[in-house]
């Protein structure tokens, strides 16, 4: 029988009792930011459930002040275990069968707050914030628009998962509008480079992996414990402004194309909640070296979505459906890669997938596939795009399909607005 909360949750919910995702609100606008899980339309508090005494395990009943915190790194950095002591416990407290909430009217309406009365703010402190480029699909067609259909993947990227670290200071939650970034261009002929708005704002599907706990400086994380590691994943927008990325990145990658904005949505979903939608990842050839090669490789068949709604439009087009499952490098590898030359990870760091593409146009993940670079406008039933233009809001969306329930992350959205005078 499957599990069942005594909370109504509709079926084409992203938060039902499987799910349990964390993320950080404040119920009125004057309270303290504090962690909560959702379930179905509502935030369970988890502060009121610490302070009655309701995390009563073995590691959580000693360490259950986490929950008092305004973020949960200090729940990150507590590991797998306390992890899943915790989701055990909000498991059983919110069955159908287990009485103590349930029963308890009084703590019922001070931990259970409506989802659509609070504010969400960004789960964690994100102390770095790096920026993985792991689709090949992706990075087949991106080669193939700058450097032709000859070779199209550099030779090294069948070898290690490529990466940048970008800027964690500029990464939002969902709903927060982005700016259009100034910066340069490519020169027409001799002429001065470009400098003015981007002209070629652009949108790119992502998710990220949420670190929990880290490592000692100089001692790397192998592959096949690299799990322990990832708390779970968000989606991700890394929003790119293409031609300020193209005339910069030479020769030392993204910088200001990137670094204007990153949005994530505000539930992190656990990989223990994942675990049931695991799937087998792709065959990697070459074989990867060593400390790459996994006992066990798996994606997640997590399925994406993009929608843009113009300026002025009443309705969303969906522009893109992909899934996590195309990935060529994963998680684990990506974050064991990170590690090898001793690079130490800390609670609540960020790493980003890169675009999720798949071998379809109609999953390409961002503009520059869909329009080629601009050279194939994109119909949005009636108005048409090469890149973003003001006014423009894109929503990224995901979520498992489970027997009779989804688990999901909500909306990762952002709206564009003109840049500052």
């Given at each position: 029988?499957?599990?069942?909360?005594?909370?109504?949750?509709?079926?084409?919910?992203?938060?039902?009792?499987?799910?349990?995702?964390?993320?950080?609100?404040?119920?009125?606008?004057?309270?303290?930011?504090?962690?909560?899980?959702?379930?179905?339309?509502?935030?369970?508090?988890?502060?009121?459930?610490?302070?009655?005494?309701?995390?009563?395990g073995?590691?959580?009943?000693?360490?259950?002040?986490?929950f008092?915190?305004?973020?949960?790194?200090?729940?990150?950095?507590?590991?797998?275990?306390?992890?899943?002591e915790?989701?055990?416990?909000?498991?059983?407290?919110?069955?159908a069968?287990?009485?103590?909430?349930?029963?308890?009217?009084?703590?019922?309406?001070?931990?259970?707050?409506?989802?659509?009365?609070?504010?969400?703010?960004?789960?964690?402190?994100?102390?770095?914030?790096?920026d993985?480029?792991?689709?090949?699909?992706?990075?087949?067609?991106?080669?193939?628009?700058?450097?032709?259909?000859e070779?199209p993947?550099?030779?090294?990227?069948?070898?290690?998962?490529?990466?940048?670290?970008?800027?964690?200071?500029?990464?939002?939650?969902?709903?927060?509008?982005?700016?259009?970034?100034?910066?340069?261009?490519?020169?027409?002929?001799?002429?001065?480079?470009?400098?003015?708005?981007?002209?070629?704002?652009?949108y790119?599907?992502?998710?990220?992996?949420?670190?929990?706990?880290?490592?000692?400086?100089?001692?790397?994380v192998?592959?096949?414990e690299?799990?322990?590691?990832?708390?779970?994943?968000?989606?991700?927008?890394?929003?790119?402004?293409?031609?300020?990325?193209?005339?910069?990145y030479?020769?030392?990658?993204?910088?200001?194309?990137?670094s204007?904005?990153?949005?994530?949505?505000?539930?992190?979903?656990?990989?223990?909640?994942?675990?049931?939608?695991?799937?087998?990842?792709?065959?990697?050839?070459?074989?990867?070296?060593?400390?790459?090669?996994?006992?066990?490789?798996?994606?997640?068949?997590?399925?994406?979505?993009?929608?843009?709604?113009?300026?002025?439009?009443?309705?969303?087009?969906?522009?893109?459906?992909?899934?996590?499952?195309?990935?060529?490098?994963?998680l684990?590898?990506?974050?064991?890669h990170?590690?090898?030359?001793?690079?130490?990870?800390?609670?609540?760091?960020?790493?980003?997938?890169?675009?999720?593409?798949?071998?379809?146009?109609?999953?390409?993940?961002?503009l520059?596939?869909?329009?080629?670079?601009?050279?194939?406008?994109?119909?949005?039933?009636?108005?048409?795009?090469?890149?973003?233009?003001?006014?423009?809001?894109?929503?990224?969306?995901?979520?498992?399909?489970?027997?009779?329930?989804?688990?999901?992350?909500?909306?990762?959205?952002?709206?564009?607005?003109?840049?500052?005078?």
């Amino acid at each position: 029988m499957s599990l069942k909360s005594f909370i109504e949750v509709h079926p084409e919910s992203h938060f039902p009792i499987q799910n349990l995702p964390y993320g950080v609100f404040k119920p009125q606008p004057s309270s303290s930011p504090r962690p909560g899980v959702a379930i179905g339309d509502y935030v369970l508090d988890l502060s009121e459930i610490a302070s009655a005494g309701l995390f009563d395990g073995p590691i959580l009943k000693n360490s259950s002040d986490c929950f008092l915190e305004p973020n949960l790194n200090k729940f990150l950095a507590l590991g797998r275990p306390a992890w899943k002591e915790a989701r055990s416990s909000l498991q059983k407290l919110l069955s159908a069968t287990e009485p103590t909430l349930r029963d308890n009217a009084n703590l019922r309406q001070k931990a259970l707050v409506p989802l659509d009365k609070v504010e969400l703010l960004l789960p964690i402190v994100i102390g770095d914030y790096t920026d993985f480029f792991s689709s090949m699909h992706h990075a087949k067609n991106c080669g193939t628009i700058f450097r032709g259909p000859e070779n199209p993947i550099p030779a090294n990227w069948f070898h290690l998962p490529i990466a940048y670290h970008g800027r964690a200071s500029s990464i939002v939650i969902s709903g927060t509008d982005i700016i259009r970034p100034r910066g340069q261009g490519h020169p027409a002929g001799k002429a001065s480079p470009y400098f003015g708005p981007s002209l070629k704002l652009d949108y790119e599907l992502e998710m990220a992996a949420v670190v929990g706990t880290g490592n000692e400086l100089g001692k790397p994380v192998d592959v096949n414990e690299a799990a322990d590691h990832i708390f779970g994943l968000v989606l991700m927008n890394d929003w790119s402004a293409r031609d300020i990325q193209a005339w910069e990145y030479v020769p030392l990658g993204p910088f200001l194309g990137k670094s204007f904005g990153t949005t994530i949505s505000p539930w992190i979903v656990t990989l223990d909640a994942l675990e049931p939608f695991s799937c087998d990842a792709p065959k990697q050839d070459p074989q990867p070296l060593p400390y790459l090669a996994e006992k066990i490789s798996k994606n997640y068949d997590i399925s994406l979505e993009v929608q843009i709604k113009p300026a002025g439009a009443k309705d969303s087009t969906v522009i893109t459906r992909s899934n996590f499952n195309h990935l060529y490098w994963t998680l684990t590898q990506q974050l064991a890669h990170h590690t090898i030359n001793g690079c130490n990870l800390r609670p609540g760091d960020l790493f980003g997938t890169g675009t999720i593409s798949g071998p379809e146009p109609e999953s390409y993940g961002c503009l520059l596939e869909l329009t080629w670079n601009g050279q194939k406008p994109l119909s949005l039933n009636g108005p048409s795009r090469k890149f973003l233009e003001d006014g423009d809001e894109v929503t990224i969306t995901g979520h498992c399909k489970g027997n009779g329930y989804n688990v999901g992350f909500g909306k990762c959205s952002g709206k564009i607005v003109p840049p500052h005078p």
